[in-house]
């Protein structure tokens, strides 16, 4: 198994993720309510899985490993994901002020959450296809086979240390009730 493989898996996750911020958002774009914890939930397995997580596992790993290969990281994909990351970053900030609001019943700021929640999505899921189609491939060819492995050690112990054991698992699980209450 090639680390880029790992990574693959993991946006099968965020994907679902981002249909069920759809789902949320076209929920409360048409008025409806939407249960305040989910909100939050939603929120911190983005922030926990995509932000901590994954991203950690690009920026601090694959794409430290990917300039020592000779990438560069300024100009080129590295430097267009790292972009994408910070504006990904940026799209969460909003929605997280956002839903505080929406918790305290002031549901005015509705279409903001939507408005930041569908940038979000977009972004993402370009985003993730780039990476999928284009970074990762470059980097299954410049990096051999035994750094793909110590990625993923290294991708391991990372998810230990930044957001504990059995977090991911436990985050896995909270996807799929959400899943369950708003696509099924």
């Given at each position: ?16 993720a981002l249909s069920i911020l759809g789902r949320v958002s076209n929920k409360l ?24 997580c994954h991203h950690g596992k690009e920026e601090g790993l694959l794409f430290v ?92 112990k990372l998810e230990q240390d930044r957001i504990g054991i059995g977090k991911h ?16």
């Open positions: 198994m090639k680390a880029t493989e790992v990574l693959r898996e993991e946006h099968k996750a965020i994907k679902l774009e048409s008025g409806e309510k939407v249960d305040q914890e989910d909100l939050g939930r939603i929120l911190e397995f983005i922030k926990t899985f995509v932000d901590t490993a990917m300039e020592n290969a000779g990438m560069p990281r300024a100009r080129g994909p590295i430097g267009v994901m790292l972009k994408e990351h910070e504006m990904g970053r940026s799209y969460v900030r909003n929605m997280r002020e956002t839903v505080e609001k929406y918790k305290t019943g002031d549901f005015s700021y509705s279409s903001r959450l939507v408005e930041n929640a569908k940038k979000y999505a977009e972004l993402l899921n370009a985003h993730i296809e780039k990476e999928d189609n284009i970074l990762y491939p470059m980097a299954d060819m410049q990096l051999p086979d035994e750094t793909q492995r110590e990625l993923i050690e290294k991708f391991e698992e436990e985050l896995h699980e909270l996807l799929h009730h959400l899943k369950d209450k708003y696509l099924e």
